[in-house]
């Protein structure tokens, strides 16, 4: 870059400039010192400024901006490799769908599903012992451990209410069945909700996939029954609709 700086305001304009170079190569406090010294030295005098002068053309502002192309370039080099890690995980969770049941097979006489096949791990009720900060004390589903990315299915048919992070439940699903019913999945896997709101589902039909995001210590399905917003023992009522959990 050539350097056309002059004595005097031509000095305080070039030195703004310098402070644009300087900006974008983050090292910006070594050459603003610089900067100050050199125009402490301007106002002593103009030979002094044009001395000044020499030294600020002596700012390798080649090297700078070499460095800034160097920069750039492993930005694009990362951005690249990121976007390639993108597709393999998009690729591998499309061909993990494509492995997974659609239904979950076998529905009650009463059209009810299994939500997940697994070893129930903690039921519904009070819990002396958080097993995490941020969970509440009172459990309000029946945690169902399976391996992670094992389907989870609608327990019965109705609409998706909810699908989205949701705090301590980390990914989770809310479907409205009618008649004031509703079930809760929590602690879907990262990418593993495969449902959205407003979507209609039947029963037993797949919803996302097991994970362990929110307030989680494992792979688990938290699974909620909830009758006019408040959850329930969901024990009971899966019984009396032919599912056992767990
Ligand atoms: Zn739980």
């Known amino acids: 870059m050539q350097a056309v700086f002059g004595a005097g305001n031509d000095l305080l304009a070039g030195l703004a400039g310098v402070q644009r170079v300087t900006q974008i190569t983050g090292d910006a406090e070594k050459l603003q010192a610089i900067?100050?010294?050199?125009?402490?030295?301007?106002?002593?005098?103009?030979?002094?400024?044009?001395?000044?002068?020499?030294?600020v053309d002596a700012v390798p502002v080649d090297a700078l901006e070499a460095a800034v192309a160097e920069a750039e370039s492993a930005v694009t080099a990362a951005r690249a490799a990121l976007s390639s890690v993108q597709s393999k995980v998009a690729s591998t969770s499309i061909a993990l769908i494509?492995?997974?049941?659609?239904?979950?097979?076998?529905?009650?006489?009463?059209?009810?599903?299994?939500?997940?096949?697994?070893?129930?791990?903690?039921?519904?009720?009070?819990?002396?012992?958080?097993?995490?900060?941020?969970?509440?004390?009172?459990?309000?589903?029946?945690?169902?451990?399976?391996?992670?990315?094992?389907?989870?299915?609608?327990?019965?048919?109705?609409?998706?209410?909810?699908?989205?992070?949701?705090?301590?439940?980390?990914?989770?699903?809310?479907?409205?069945?009618?008649?004031?019913?509703?079930?809760?999945?929590?602690?879907?896997?990262?990418?593993?909700?495969?449902?959205?709101?407003?979507?209609?589902?039947?029963?037993?039909?797949?919803?996302?996939t097991v994970g362990s995001t929110g307030a989680s210590t494992g792979c688990h399905l938290h699974f909620e029954v909830r009758l006019g917003g408040v959850a329930i023992d969901a024990e009971p009522f899966m019984a009396a609709r032919g599912i056992r959990l767990g």
């Open 98 to 208: 494509d492995s997974l049941p659609r239904d979950a097979g076998q529905l009650s006489q009463q059209g009810w599903a299994s939500p997940v096949t697994g070893r129930k791990s903690d039921g519904y009720g009070p819990r002396p012992n958080k097993p995490l900060a941020g969970v509440n004390e009172f459990h309000r589903g029946t945690d169902i451990a399976a391996s992670c990315g094992s389907p989870l299915f609608a327990a019965t048919g109705g609409t998706v209410l909810e699908a989205r992070p949701n705090g301590s439940y980390g990914n989770w699903v809310l479907i409205d069945h009618g008649a004031g019913v509703s079930t809760g999945y929590a602690h879907l896997a990262v990418g593993g909700v495969l449902v959205s709101a407003g979507q209609i589902v039947s029963p037993g039909q797949l919803i996302g």
């Open 35 to 55: 900067a100050a010294q050199r125009s402490e030295e301007a106002a002593a005098s103009e030979a002094q400024a044009q001395a000044a002068w020499d030294a």
